[in-house]
Structure formats: structure tokens, C-alpha cells
């Protein structure tokens, strides 16, 4: 077997493997790490699901990631096989005319798919999904909102009334027994497992800069940790 038969047969089983790759992916998103309204369906509540300790977010890169080498392979495959796939088209297509027009065509087909995600500008609109609204995590929806108009009272207070304000705030968390979600904030954690902000942040392994009214989901896609591993640090240390 020549040296070039060998990089094309290399090159073809790691097209292979990465389109496998990037359908493994999809079908675990799709169907084991579901979205909201399908995991409420499957699983009876919105929990943060994980696989070998990555969400479906993390995978998602992966699956980004893999569609990147599988677009550089294939290019490689068109380059190695150029030579054939002209003799195939002459063949196919005997006008000059018409096969310039169809490269020129699909060249620029290829373009526009490949890049109108940068192009497209989504369009916001509110969600009219019962199960979505009527989640876990949309039933916490109110007591933040409570939690966010009672921040600006307590800007107005002495530190001893606030601290007494969210000691009874952490009371009635813990009457409830909500768990800990996305929509709170680092204020909200630290109210709900009893602790100052600081621990908060030191048991989630975050910068003390962080911002105490960031919210739990947006920093877990920001420093790389689930909903199921922040309630874990919080939950254990809370029991030594």
C-alpha cells in the first residue's frame, strides 16, 4: 500500500470515528440530558442532570468540538480525492458552463450554511409551556423576587437589622426545604445554607471578587461545576 493510500485510509476512519462521535453526542443530549420541558416529563422535576460529571452544556462543547475536527477531515478528504472528484464531474456534467455555475453555486451554498449562526438574530419571546412555568425551579421564581425587593430594604438598615432580617429569611428557607437551583443568587445560598457570602464563595471555589448577587447557574457554566456538585459542597459542609 503506497504512502497516500495509507493517510487517505487514516484519514477516513477518523471521519469515521468523529461522526460517530458527534451522533453519540447529540442522541446523549437529546435523550439522556434532556432540557427543561423534557426532563420535567422524564424525570418528574428540573434538576441538573450529569454524565461522567459533565451537564449537557459541557457536552455540548465536546459535540462542538467534534464538529470542528470532522469539518477539518473533511477537508482533507475533498483535498486528497480532488484529482477524482473532477474526473467525476466532467463525466457527469460535459458543459463548462454549467459544471462553473454549480461549483460557484455550491460554494457559496456551503458558505451561507456554514456561517448564517453568526448572521441570525434570534427572536425573544416568552414561553407559554405550563410545565416550564409550573417547574421546581419556577416555583422559586416569587421568593427571589422577595428576596431581590428585600435586598434594597436592607441597604436602608443598620448591619444588625439586616443580619437579624436574614437570619429570620434563612429561617423560613428552612421551614420550606427548597433545594438550591439556578435563578439563585450567591446571596440567596448563603441565606438559605446559613453562612456568609465568603464561605459561600470558598466552599463553591470561587474568586472573592465574584458578585454576591451573580447567579448560581450563570456561574456554574462560568467556572465549571454542576447544580448536583454545588449543592453537595454546600450540603457536606454544612454537616461537619
Not at 484519514?11 to 427543561?36: F, Q
Not at 432580617?165 to 437551583?181: M, Q, V
Not at 471578587?209 to 457554566?221: C, P, Q, Y
Request: hydrophobic share 45%; charged share 25%; glycine share 8%.
Amino acid at each position: 500500500m503506497k504512502v497516500r493510500e495509507k493517510i487517505n485510509l487514516f484519514i477516513d476512519l477518523l471521519l469515521t470515528l468523529a461522526l460517530t462521535l458527534i451522533a453519540g453526542i447529540g442522541l446523549l443530549i437529546k435523550y439522556t440530558l434532556p432540557s427543561g420541558r423534557e426532563r420535567i416529563i422524564k424525570y418528574g422535576d428540573n434538576r441538573e442532570l450529569s454524565f461522567l460529571g459533565w451537564d449537557r452544556h459541557q457536552w455540548g462543547e465536546i459535540h462542538l468540538i467534534a464538529a470542528y475536527v470532522m469539518l477539518g477531515l473533511l477537508v482533507l478528504h475533498i483535498l486528497f480525492h480532488w484529482k477524482t472528484i473532477l474526473c467525476l464531474v466532467r463525466k457527469a456534467i460535459p458543459p463548462v458552463w454549467l459544471r462553473r455555475s454549480l461549483w460557484v453555486t455550491l460554494g457559496v451554498l456551503c458558505l451561507f450554511i456554514f456561517l448564517f449562526a453568526f448572521l441570525a438574530t434570534p427572536v425573544r419571546e416568552e414561553t407559554g409551556d405550563f410545565l416550564h412555568r409550573n417547574s421546581h425551579f419556577g416555583a422559586m421564581k416569587p421568593e427571589v423576587n422577595e428576596n431581590s425587593r428585600g435586598r434594597e430594604a436592607e441597604r436602608g438598615k443598620k448591619p444588625e437589622a439586616a443580619k437579624a432580617d436574614r437570619g429570620e429569611k434563612h429561617l423560613h428557607a428552612d421551614e420550606d426545604h427548597t433545594s438550591l437551583n439556578g435563578r439563585m443568587t450567591l446571596e440567596d445560598a448563603a441565606i438559605h445554607y446559613g453562612i456568609s457570602i465568603e464561605e459561600t464563595k470558598r466552599r463553591l471555589g470561587l474568586p472573592a471578587h465574584v458578585d454576591s448577587f451573580a447567579t448560581i447557574g450563570r456561574l456554574r457554566k462560568t467556572y465549571g461545576f454542576t447544580m448536583q456538585q454545588a449543592r453537595e459542597r454546600l450540603e457536606k459542609a454544612n454537616e461537619l
